[in-house]
């Protein structure tokens, strides 16, 4: 892969956190980690002017990039500039009953009436949230609050006015230079420390700007999608890994064993870009006080008219969800998707040809 060939890093030993040993880490340590039994390798940190950038971009492969300025302005937030300035708008703030935030799509909970989601989604005024946060940290329990609310005309004029004072100039570039399609969102994030977002991709790419704080990521390129055992496409946590990192099940995953992750830190100022269809593990760094993040997220270029073999896995984890989406809608049951899926395969491909 070629995170490897920019930066030829040996994996680590069975401790996520030692993929940093003996690099300088201003303003965190390797005890602020958590430990994961899998391997890891470091995405290169490097000046959005390098070339081996743009290479990595071009091949949409991760790379943190270390001085974009693309948030510049945005630098100076913290809880007090926000509560004085963001407005009084409604915010979606999710609660949890332990530190992992599994994304969960509540349109799709019909379709699994006993899913029962492990947070629950509140609108509250940024201030009742800067007062949760707080309650939630001096009761020290296991419960843990985390805002995600994109960015809309609601806030104040000075958070205008930073967002205004983004480096647009250079983004906007990028997404000419790859044809990519519109920005669709900008979410804020702000979350308590050892906050964790379990594995799961998007389908957009995303350039993820760290502000306030420091946030470990881990990513797993899209040809690892057998190690990850995705929820099924009609599941309300499609695109989530169904692998608890902190235990995982080996007998029912036997392929996550085979998992290999890159990783990063990113803290104020760092941008990393997330591929599309790149699975990602984020996680608050333990003991780190609060991290705050904007996301840029945009469509991806459109699909080439001219397809080119063979394809990239990627394009194999579309088709697969398309296949999973046209059955679903053929069969009028999603639940008849994975016994249809069986029957089909079971005992017929296993075997080359005779």
Not at 163 to 181: A, E, H, S, V
Not at 188 to 209: C, R, S
Not at 331 to 338: F, N, R, S, T
């Amino acid at each position: 892969m070629a995170t490897a060939t920019v930066v030829e890093a040996d994996p680590t030993s069975n401790d996520g956190a030692s993929a940093f040993s003996g690099v300088h880490s201003p303003g965190w340590t390797d005890s602020q980690l958590r430990k994961y039994p899998f391997q890891t390798r470091q995405i290169p940190r490097l000046s959005h002017t390098d070339p081996r950038a743009e290479i990595l971009i071009d091949n949409e492969e991760p790379v943190v990039l270390t001085d974009t300025n693309l948030v510049y302005p945005a630098l100076k937030w913290d809880i007090n500039y926000l509560q004085e300035n963001i407005g009084n708008g409604d915010f979606s703030v999710y609660i949890s009953e332990n530190h992992k935030f599994l994304y969960y799509d509540e349109k799709k909970m019909s379709n699994f009436e006993n899913f029962v989601p492990k947070s629950r989604r509140i609108e509250m005024k940024f201030s009742e949230f800067v007062e949760k946060m707080h309650q939630t940290e001096e009761q020290s329990g296991r419960e843990r609050v985390y805002l995600q609310q994109t960015l809309n005309d609601t806030v104040g004029r000075k958070i205008v006015v930073d967002f205004l004072g983004f480096n647009w100039n250079w983004i906007n570039k990028q997404q000419t230079k790859r044809n990519w399609g519109q920005l669709t969102s900008n979410l804020l994030l702000i979350g308590m420390e050892g906050n964790v977002t379990p594995a799961h991709y998007d389908e957009q790419q995303n350039f993820f700007a760290q502000i306030k704080g420091h946030k470990r990521c881990i990513l797993f390129p899209p040809d690892q999608f057998e190690c990850l055992y995705p929820f099924p496409v009609h599941h309300p946590c499609d695109r989530q890994s169904q692998v608890d990192f902190e235990n995982p099940d080996y007998e029912k995953f036997p392929e996550f064993k085979n998992v290999l992750g890159y990783e990063a830190v990113v803290g104020p100022g760092d941008v990393l870009y997330i591929p599309m269809y790149w699975w990602h593990h984020i996680e608050s760094l333990l003991n780190g006080g609060v991290t705050i993040t904007v996301n840029f997220w945009y469509k991806g270029a459109p699909t080439p008219k001219r397809i080119e073999y063979p394809l990239k896995a990627h394009q194999k984890v579309a088709i697969m969800r398309n296949i999973e989406k046209m059955l679903g809608e053929a069969l009028g049951d999603p639940h008849e998707v994975g016994p249809l899926l069986n029957m089909m395969i079971k005992g017929r491909y296993e075997q080359g040809p005779s």
